[in-house]
T-cell receptor
Framework: DSGVTQTPKHLITATGQRVTLRCSPR?????VYWYQQSLDQGLQFLIQ???????AKGNILERFSAQQFPDLHSELNLSSLELGDSALYFC?????????????FGPGTRLTVL | AQRVTQPEKLLSVFKGAPVELKCNYS??????LFWYVQYSRQRLQLLLR??SRESIKGFTADLNKGETSFHLKKPFAQEEDSAMYYC???????????FGPGTRLSVLP
């Protein structure tokens, strides 16, 4: 167990809806990263937050947004959902935002859009 | 732009046989390379990173800058090594990870 927790474990919703995925980093970790894993796109980096501030952005759609709160947990908001958004969404955390930090992954949230 | 390729989608070997999971990358700077593993029904976890030059669970990987490769090797595969393996690259001055498509390793008894 890496210490990173994600809720919910599974989420089934309909197209056009909006959902929020939650991630709690390991105790003491300041950085949170979000990834999307789908069958056709593989594992893709979406966005990183460090101590409440956006640090790096990857292949994140405009319909998606994220934030990191003062208690360092993070939420990934997905809106106007499409069938293609069905995927496993992972978050990871690391101590700092530097180059040498190891990322520890959560168990993921499986999103199914019907 | 940086890119990671793993040419084999599926690799099947017999228990006790050597295994090599290939990873090639393209990046103009000095990257940091990682191997992540995902066992069935478990979360993604770091296996090893090139700067550590370590051996984890019998696996090693050497960064070959000339060939832009970071192949993962193990001399004698075990059934518990069966998993999905991802090669990942991180840029010199950034946190953005780029993952390869993954190789599913199946070790047969």
């Amino acid at each position: 167990d890496s210490g990173v927790t994600q809720t919910p474990k599974h989420l089934i919703t309909a197209t056009g809806q909006r959902v929020t995925l939650r991630c709690s980093p390991r105790s003491g970790d300041l950085s949170v990263y979000w990834y999307q894993q789908s069958l056709d796109q593989g594992l893709q980096f979406l966005i990183q937050y460090y101590n409440g501030e956006e640090r790096a952005k990857g292949n994140i759609l405009e319909r998606f947004s994220a934030q990191q709160f003062p208690d360092l947990h993070s939420e990934l908001n997905l809106s106007s959902l499409e069938l293609g958004d069905s995927a496993l969404y992972f978050c990871a955390s690391s101590v700092g935002g530097g180059q040498i930090d190891t990322q520890y992954f959560g168990p993921g949230t499986r999103l199914t859009v019907l | 732009a940086q890119r990671v390729t793993q040419p084999e989608k599926l690799l099947s070997v017999f228990k006790g046989a050597p295994v090599e999971l290939k990873c090639n990358y393209s990046y103009s700077g000095s990257p940091e390379l990682f191997w992540y593993v995902q066992y069935s029904r478990q979360r993604l976890q770091l296996l090893l990173r090139h700067i550590s030059r370590e051996s984890i669970k019998g696996f090693t990987a050497d960064l070959n800058k000339g060939e832009t490769s970071f192949h993962l090797k193990k001399p004698f595969a075990q059934e518990e090594d069966s998993a999905m393996y991802y090669c990942a690259l991180r840029r010199t001055y950034g946190q953005n990870f780029v993952f390869g498509p993954g190789t599913r390793l199946s070790v047969l008894p």
